[in-house]
């Protein structure tokens, strides 16, 4: 069975600093795929970045990147120049590529920017 | 229009009562979610729709009663529940194997 692991329950840094959030897997599958989600106050659970596990470079989208270490499986999320809109929960989460629809999540990071 | 639109974003029901939770989106997505999400948790999948068909039921309580009327709308029926029950609900989409899902807002439910 998968398991996704994340050891930091909550987070918080000074606006404009970087920050990194931890992830770690575990799964006996070649091919699958990780993923960081975003839940602000807001509710609406948000996309933030997806890793082909197949594929060896770091996905990046604008201020976010990861750093994807598949031996190690290892995935963590750096948000860069962090802003006052990134306070959210962040979920990691793994997908096989067999299973069309089930995501396994971990437990979740609370992150904090302050002014 | 990437959206998916969740009514009500509150209900406060009575444990005898029968309410229903709407979900709709015009994304052309084929499949469709129903999560459950207690506070400071992930979310927990309850169902699954395919191609108006449901795909994936994960042992759910028979007082949920999920309803896909046709490719845009998802419905949760929700019967005779129990103080556990409260928590939000989020539903989602995404197109076939679903490498990006989209999550509604959620309806915040409360059984009194």
């Known amino acids: 069975a998968q398991t996704v692991t994340q050891s930091q329950p909550e987070m918080s840094v000074q606006e404009a600093e970087t920050v990194t959030l931890s992830c770690t897997y575990d799964?006996?599958?070649?091919?699958?795929?990780l993923f960081w989600y975003k839940q602000p106050p807001s509710r609406q659970m948000i996309l933030v970045i997806r890793?082909?596990?197949?594929k060896q470079q770091n996905a990046t989208e604008n201020r976010f990147s990861v750093n994807f270490q598949k031996a190690a499986k290892s995935f963590s999320l750096k948000i860069s120049d962090s802003q006052l809109g990134d306070t959210a929960m962040y979920f990691c989460?793994?997908?096989?590529?067999?299973?069309?629809?089930?995501?396994?999540w971990g437990a979740g990071t609370k992150l904090i920017i302050k002014p | 229009d990437t959206e998916v639109t969740q009514t009500p974003k509150h209900l406060v029901m009575g444990m005898t009562n029968k309410k229903s939770l709407k979900c709709e989106q015009h994304?052309?997505?084929?499949?469709m979610y129903w999560y459950k999400q207690k506070a400071k948790k992930p979310p927990e999948l309850m169902f699954v729709?395919?191609?108006?068909?449901?795909?994936i039921n994960e042992s759910v309580p028979s007082r949920f009663s999920p309803e896909c009327p046709n490719s845009s709308l998802l419905n949760l029926h929700l019967h005779a529940l129990q103080p556990e029950d409260s928590a939000l609900y989020l539903c989602?989409?995404?197109?076939?194997?679903?490498?990006?899902?989209?999550f509604g807002q959620g309806t915040r439910l409360t059984v009194v």
């Open positions: 989460a793994f997908k096989k590529q067999a299973s069309n629809y089930q995501l396994i």
């Open positions: 799964t006996s599958e070649n091919n699958y795929y």
């Open positions: 729709y395919s191609y108006e068909k449901l795909s």
């Open positions: 994304m052309g997505h084929r499949a």
């Open positions: 989602a989409s995404s197109q076939d194997a679903g490498l990006k899902a989209f």
């Open positions: 890793q082909e596990a197949y």
